[in-house]
């Protein structure tokens, strides 16, 4: 065995990679800001196209830039004809993500490009990659119940035209707001997986539809976005709150971890969740009070289970925990969870590719060589053959 280098530490925890001014996550203190906004005032005051605005291009908006974006929002909303029949085609069991992520690639065959194949970004590419997210999660929602996609409505804010374009109803205000906010809390969070992988990709120099995708494929897991269908699942399998504590005894015997807590960056609760858990209950009032409940007293039951297990390593509420409940109640199902998490963050991601693109240099780390080393070269004829050294031990045995 040959070690060339230190392995920094696994899964790079704690290293400095890249700059940003985007966001800035205070992983003890559970703050979250944007562009030095705190989290918690952009939630109780912003709207996403605000926060777009903020992302994109550096300051909150003045009443007409915002009013100048949602124009631009709305106007690029609609899908291309062929990639909506493209969706038509698709099996109606096919994974939203992955329908999401192959549908955002392909709008690149659908954008005018360079000799070289390349498409330009921009903050225009952006707003297209922002608008059009949503309806193509809608699109796909009511294929695959049999129904035909909607247009999107011009006069409707993104967090309604994603819940009328599923529905064909305007959704109440409560409903609206609870959906804003989420896609406030989502739009951002520093080097996160997949906004890494995102300027991975776009420090090649590979456009901005490039970039997108490879986020996508990164938020899938559900070590990041793909954790909260399985919070529901969870939330289902519980079924009720007095059951939450032998759930949580049962999954963690079984070596499993609890989904929606714990984090990389955060060492106490995750400043989203409040404002998530505050949607849940609010729509669970007006709905079905079940899912908070139960959520609740999961919280509290894998909160104290965990820290029974490493007391002074708190692992709590991330983000994911309250999304399910939250989204549950506005009628978005589990799987696509992920994608409307996508929806949101595509406003993070499209803000760092570009911040990337506007001071690149080409992101390559090294890795520790663990191989082994100085191999003799054995030709083809005498592989495998037990006096040869070098042959594979199984086959000198
Ligand atoms: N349930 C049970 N144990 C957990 C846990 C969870 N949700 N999260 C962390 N742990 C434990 C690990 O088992 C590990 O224990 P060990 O040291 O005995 O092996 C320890 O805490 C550290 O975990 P590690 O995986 O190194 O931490 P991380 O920084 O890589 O983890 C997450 C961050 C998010 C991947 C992790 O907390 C997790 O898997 N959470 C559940 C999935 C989830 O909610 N994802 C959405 C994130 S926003």
Not at 69 to 77: D, E, F, K, P
Not at 82 to 89: I, Y
Not at 157 to 164: F, G, H, I, M
Request: with cysteine; proline share 6%.
């Amino acid at each position: 065995m040959g070690s060339v280098g230190t392995v920094v530490d696994r899964g790079l925890e704690g290293v400095v990679v890249g700059a940003t001014g985007l966001s800035h996550v205070d992983g003890a203190a559970g703050r979250l800001t944007y562009r030095g906004f705190d989290i918690d005032d952009l939630a109780q005051h912003a709207t996403f196209e605000e926060v777009c605005h903020l992302l994109l291009f550096g300051t909150l908006p003045t009443a007409s830039q915002l009013e100048d974006l949602t124009v631009r929002i709305a106007a690029n909303r609609a899908l291309p004809a062929p990639l909506l029949e493209w969706l038509g085609t698709l099996p109606r069991d096919a994974w939203p993500m992955d329908v999401l992520r192959t549908a955002v690639s392909a709008l690149a065959v659908f954008s005018p490009h360079a000799g070289d194949g390349a498409h330009a970004s921009n903050p225009r590419a952006a707003i297209h990659l922002i608008a059009k997210a949503p309806t193509i999660v809608a699109a796909w929602n009511r294929i695959r119940r049999g129904l035909r996609p909607l247009e999107p409505l011009p006069n409707l804010s993104t967090a309604a035209n994603s819940l009328y374009m599923r529905t064909g109803r305007e959704p109440s205000p409560e409903a609206e707001r609870a959906l804003d906010v989420y896609l406030v809390l989502l739009a951002d969070h520093s080097y996160n997986a997949s906004t890494f992988a995102a300027r991975v990709t776009a420090s090649t120099r590979a456009d901005i539809f490039a970039a997108a995708t490879s986020a996508l494929a990164a938020l899938d897991g559900d070590l990041h976005g793909g954790a909260p269908a399985k919070v529901m699942r969870a939330l289902d399998e519980i079924g009720q709150p007095e059951a939450a504590a032998a759930y949580v005894r049962a999954a963690l015997q079984r070596g499993e971890r609890i989904m929606g807590m714990g984090h990389r960056e955060y060492r106490v609760r995750d400043p989203r969740a409040r404002h998530l858990e505050a949607s849940a209950r609010a729509l669970g009032e007006v709905g079905d009070r079940r899912w908070y409940a139960i959520a609740r007293a999961f919280e509290d039951a894998a909160s104290q289970a965990l820290d029974a297990r490493k007391p002074g390593k708190p692992i709590c509420a991330n983000v994911e925990f309250y999304t399910a409940p939250t989204l549950f109640a506005l009628g978005i199902p589990a799987d696509e969870f992920t994608c409307t998490f996508a929806c949101a963050r595509m406003a993070g991601w499209t803000a760092h590719i570009l911040e990337q693109l506007a001071d690149n240099r080409l992101i390559r780390p090294q890795a520790s060589y663990v191989g082994t080393v100085a191999e003799p070269w054995v030709p083809l004829s005498r592989r495998g053959r037990p006096d040869v050294a070098g042959a594979p031990a199984a086959s000198r045995a």
